[in-house]
Every structure is written in structure tokens, then in C-alpha cells.
């Protein structure tokens, strides 16, 4: 753990692509005096989590183009090949030990004195880090937070194909992902076009007849798969219970009365958002919940406190991160001689 009443001169918030990048940018900066901070038990928890064995890792997105203009690049490759170069590159910038894993942030806080506290969970255990202060803090957190469970019970013998999150979906199930929030509308449609998931079935369940909470980019994919047949709309109706099925393992039974019977459900419920994390620390935030920011050095409004990766942008790529790791620490290791 961090040594009692040490000022570091960054917190970065988030061990993905782009808080890695931040370390390993510090690094190269000059910049030693860091910490980096992560809920989960290791880095790029998201690579780790949603993306299945032999996965290939792109820069791009979208079809969209991105070039690395930082100091941190990779090479296009599988799911593990990524997570060895991303160990290869924190090892050679030897950062590793500046890496404190299974503490969830809350908030940070500025004090009087121009020093940021950081507020966290750690192993869900509520606590105050007050002896741990920043100079500057670089929050580099996703959008999917942790998934709240629906209000009914979950059979135990039906606990194993009632998931939080993709990693288990095998092709040719028949799936149902609930919820109408953009991690949802990421799950639905990264669904329908997953290599080497092409025979999917799957079906949208949300309590609205109408995708009213994501983004316009995962509204437009969502309504695009919807409106082709890509996707099952079962959508105005919420989910009443779920028991098992007779021809698949799931038998759901909706608040209109009718049913369906699915091979497995996910659930994207919504949780702890990067919304909450900004609110409470007191980042302004404008349309889509996106943070108000210096779009050349990725400060907000609350000097001091930088913004990068998803958290900044709709454009989920790696290089993109990188890069906004890049201008952040190059504008703070500016501020610090």
C-alpha cells in the first residue's frame, strides 16, 4: 500500500488503456511520484472480461481510423498477445509496483490546499485514503460500472446462464440482454456482429418501448439491428420472473403476460457510472453525461483533474486512449517543472 502521508504527484484512476498508458507516460515524463488505482484485480480488467480466448485486439473502431500520436503504441493482435505486451511494456517502463489493485473509487476531492484526497471502496469496505493526496488526478474510468440485480429471485439451478457480462455466450444460443442503458446497447448489437458468434439469436428486453438512455451511436446501432430483424425486439414489456424452461434453460415470463424461453440471459441493469464518480467530484458535465473538458489537454473544469478514454468519448478505441494519455501527462509534466 501507498506510504502514509505521501503526496503523490498523480493519481491516475483506472488501470485500462488509458490509465495504463498515463503510468507508463509519467514515466517516460520524468514524472516517478504516481499511484494507479483499480476495483479490479489486475490490468485492462475489460480486455480480460469481455473479450473471449483468441479475440482479436484492434486500434481502430468502427471502421474508424486512429493513429498513435503518444509514446505508448501495440500491435494489433489476440486477447492474450495484448495482455503480454501490455505486462512487457509495464515492466519495461517499471511501473508495476505503482499499481494498487481491488480498490473502488467514489470520488476525489480537492482540498483547501490545492491537493486532491481520494475517496474509495477497498474490497467493499467503505474507508477514507486521507493519508494518500495527488497533485493531480487523471480518472481513466470506463462505462460499464458494476450491474445492479433485478428486483426477482434468481433459481439457483439457473444461476450459471443468468450473467452480468458476455464472457459465457457460446454460439447459437438463443439470448436475451436486458436493460436500456448503453452498456446494454453495447452488449445487444457487439453481440449480432461478433465474429464467430453468427448464429445468435439475439433479443433486446427493456420496460420501454423506446431506447431513451444511450447514446446516439448505440441508439442508431440498436434501432439499426432492430429494425432489420437482426435483432428480437421485445421491448415496452419488463421482466416478471424467470423459471426453468422446457425446450431452453430459461423460461421468462414477462409483465404482459406472455413468455419466452432463452439459452441464457445477461443483464445490464446499470450500477455505479462514471457519471456518479464526476458528479461527486465535482466535474460539469453537459450532453450524454460526457465531462466538460479542455479537448487539447483533457483538464475539466476543477483544474488539476483530467478526464481520458470512454469516459471523454462515444469512440471505444485503444489508441485513442493512449493518445488522450499522452496529452494529459504532457500537460501536466508541463505544470510540474
Keep these: 500500500m501507498i506510504q502514509d502521508n505521501k503526496i503523490v504527484d498523480i493519481a491516475i484512476i483506472g488501470a485500462g488503456p488509458g490509465g495504463m498508458a498515463s503510468a507508463i507516460e509519467a514515466k517516460q515524463a520524468g514524472i516517478e511520484n504516481i499511484v494507479v488505482i483499480d476495483k479490479a484485480p489486475h490490468h485492462n ?20 481510423k486512429f493513429e498513435f500520436t503518444g509514446n505508448v503504441t501495440f500491435d494489433e493482435c489476440s486477447k492474450e498477445e495484448y495482455i503480454a505486451q501490455m505486462d512487457t511494456k509495464l515492466q519495461n517502463a517499471a511501473v508495476l509496483d505503482h499499481f494498487e489493485y481491488n480498490h473502488e473509487i467514489v470520488r476525489v476531492e480537492k482540498g483547501e490546499d490545492g491537493l486532491f ?17 495527488a497533485r493531480n488526478v487523471i480518472l481513466s474510468v470506463g462505462r460499464m460500472g458494476k450491474p445492479n440485480k433485478p428486483r426477482y429471485k434468481f433459481p439457483k439451478e439457473l444461476k ?11 454460439d447459437g444460443e438463443h439470448v436475451m440482454v436486458v436493460g436500456g442503458g448503453d452498456t446494454a446497447g453495447e452488449y445487444a448489437y457487439g453481440l449480432v456482429e461478433m465474429e464467430g458468434m453468427e448464429d445468435c439469436v439475439v433479443t433486446l428486453n427493456y420496460r420501454k418501448a423506446e431506447i431513451t438512455r444511450m447514446n446516439p451511436i448505440n441508439t442508431e446501432m440498436c434501432n ?13 414489456v419488463d421482466v416478471e420472473s424467470v423459471e426453468e424452461g422446457t425446450e ?6 414477462f409483465t404482459d403476460g ?3 424461453e432463452y439459452d441464457r440471459a445477461v443483464y445490464a441493469l446499470g450500477g455505479t457510472t462514471p457519471k456518479d464518480i464526476l458528479v461527486n467530484s465535482g466535474v460539469q458535465t453537459g450532453e ?13 473544469n476543477v483544474e488539476g483533474l483530467y478526464t481520458i478514454g470512454d469516459v471523454v468519448t ?3 478505441s485503444i489508441a485513442l486512449a493512449f493518445n488522450h494519455a499522452g496529452d494529459a501527462v504532457k500537460d501536466i509534466a508541463s505544470k510540474l517543472k
Aim: avoid cysteine; charged fraction near 30%.
Design 117 to 133: 484526497s481520494i475517496v474509495f471502496a477497498t474490497d467493499g469496505i467503505p474507508e477514507t485514503f486521507e493519508s494518500m493526496k
Design 314 to 316: 462515444d469512440q471505444g
Design 45 to 64: 480488467d475489460m480486455i480480460h472480461k469481455f473479450y473471449k480466448k483468441g479475440k482479436r485486439v484492434d486500434k481502430d473502431w468502427m471502421g474508424i
Design 288 to 300: 450524454w453525461d460526457v465531462p466538460i473538458f479542455n479537448e487539447n489537454t483533457f483538464e475539466t
Design 160 to 170: 450459471k446462464v443468468l450473467n452480468f457480462n458476455l464472457s459465457k455466450v457460446q
Design 248 to 253: 431452453r434453460a430459461i423460461k421468462v415470463n
Design 258 to 260: 406472455s413468455t419466452g
Design 224 to 236: 439499426k439491428y432492430l429494425d432489420n430483424g437482426k435483432m428480437i425486439n421485445k421491448m415496452g
